[in-house]
């Protein structure tokens, strides 16, 4: 590389022109992808079942007969969903994956695929000329994406994997020619992807590189898995490469979090999860791994299930959240893997409502397991903890009638993503699609999310959630389109779950999350859910110094029935969930319009402030969403204890609350029942900060 440094003087009209040029010393800048790459002493074998064989990354010759039933039976469903989108998969005329991510997805992760096991199913040669005429557009093609991401975006990565799947699949179909040119293809987009992008030569924003949770990375690892994999041993060339592969699964495997969730919010989870389940099933296939037998992998089955709102058309939102997705088949593999018969059947229950959040078919026919019968759904734990993310999802039932609930108190990224951080001198982590959302709750009832939550916000606020705000202010890190690690901080116990307990009919979380507010010393949110009964929340808020508090929640609609009693209503259509606020102290109630959005669209809610100044403030909050009529009464005490009595049709619960002396400890609790002692709540309840989900019958 020539670098000419000319400097020109230039005076107006009539003067003398000066100029001078100087020509720097000649530099040469490396190659982002040099001609070769390093020698490797020991080369990682395949193990010799897939070795010199196709079709290999994801089934062999032997299970297509299996596959070919399942198209015919149980699984027709999948095989017609494939067989209607057939006819749009041809390679196309115009490249607009190029600079088009979406196009690199439809065209490498939907298109490629449906024709490729088209053809594997049926040995169609329309498919298989069909699917050579993709390998041949992409041969005919130097890059497969433009731009600073040269050959390493998200689009790039989609193209590979579905290049990486059709070499795979259509092999006996090519000629021996077109075989060696496509692997030669392959090898060097896989170093491409590799060099451009995890080791960041190209001169992109390298934001996806930095911490192994995110979910542009699985996609970049499923395109660079299924390419070395779909070539090894196939020619020479690819054992740097190889290896290098290797260890960025195993790396990437290292940090999963056991419980199965996603920092990102389940939306994007879905996004995410189908890549990287390919990525670790074709490891385990050609490499001889166990990757998918991780706890994360049998957790998030159960997660997906549980974030679903009862009815399986939308679910609970957190961070950048929206719909169910359209991508979900990877559950199937997921319970497959670990035999989860009941996850399976929920999630034929969840695809029958929701066909179009489990495009396209050719996942599913791969990753569905027609042995795995005799599951039900109602057998799946209504309830359960998340530690890892610090997320509490209750349901009375998998009816769709249901009433449920979600309550979250966690740090940004999760726990096992800060603990990788920490570990790396606070390493930076893409949080960027987390919200500033400790201590907030959302409640499903009548069929819709009557206490909701904003969804793709581009601007990160605290007011657009349930939870609060202390002079004005919200959580640390708010105000930014993208959320950003707190700089020189460790973010792990900010926000934090204190206590868990699941004693049946009563669930008692709390979350503990001062430490994400400037102003204050102590914020403790206990939210109880009495099964059948209703949702009771207490707030124990403290600050530095006299604060104006204001406490939020918020949905389609809010409605005032008493402002003097403190009695108000969420609405939404026809659903409704009626619910008190009484306090230590005397309050202001507003309703206002709610700042929540998706996209920079306001979402039209409307919000219930309730404030107050102080420097401490106890309150608490009654939900009816069972339609029980009931009320709720507070009584403080000047040692700071306090008793909060539920009555109305059928109830009459007394619970004694002592507010925790710490924010570690969870909060003493008795519930008195018909004036009989029902449950106790105190220290030996503090909730696991690590491990899979804590749910009756789980593990």
Known sequence: MKVLLLAVAVGVAGSIMVMMVSFAQEVSAPPVVPGSDPAVDHPLSLVPEVRGKHPRLLFSTQDVPAMQRLAQGEGKAFYDALLAYLPVCRAPEKFEFLTDDTDGIRQG???MPTVGLHYVLTK?????????GFVRMLLSLDHWQSGEE????????NILAGAALLYDWLYDGMDPALQEAFRQKLLLQARRMYYGGHLQRNPDAHYWQQDPQNNHRWHRDAGLALAVLAIADDGPGDEWIRARTFEELRFVHEWLPEDGTSHESASYMVFGMPYLVLAMHASDRCFGTHYLKHPFFRNAALYRMQTLTPGFK???PYGDSGGTGFFNNYAYKCAAEHQLKDVQAGLRRFNEVSPDSFDYGWYSLVWYDPKLTGGAIDRLPTTAFYPDLGVALVRDSWK????????????YGGRKLNEYRNANNLHYINVAHDDPDANMFTIFADGELVADDDRYSEEKMTNGHNTILVNG?????????WTQPLPDTDMMDLATITTWKDAGDVVVAEGEASGMYSDLTHYRRTFIWANGRYLLILDDIRAKLPAGITWLVQGSGVDTVDAAQGAYRLVRGKARCDFRVVSERAFSADVVDSSAQSRGTALGYKQLQVKAEADQWRLASLFDPWHRGLNVAMRTAADGSAVVNVTGAGVSDSWSWRPAPDNETPSALRLTRGGKPALSVGPKDKAPKHGGPVAEGWR
């Open 314 to 316: 939308d679910a609970f």
């Open 400 to 411: 769709d009638d249901a009433v449920a609930a979600m309550f979250k108190c966690g740090p």
């Open 473 to 481: 202010k919200g959580q640390k890190g708010e105000g930014d389109g």
């Open 150 to 157: 040269l050959d390493s975006g998200m689009g790039a990565a």
């Open 109 to 111: 992760q939907w298109r």
């Open 124 to 132: 169609d040669k329309a498919s298989l000329e069909r699917g050579v």
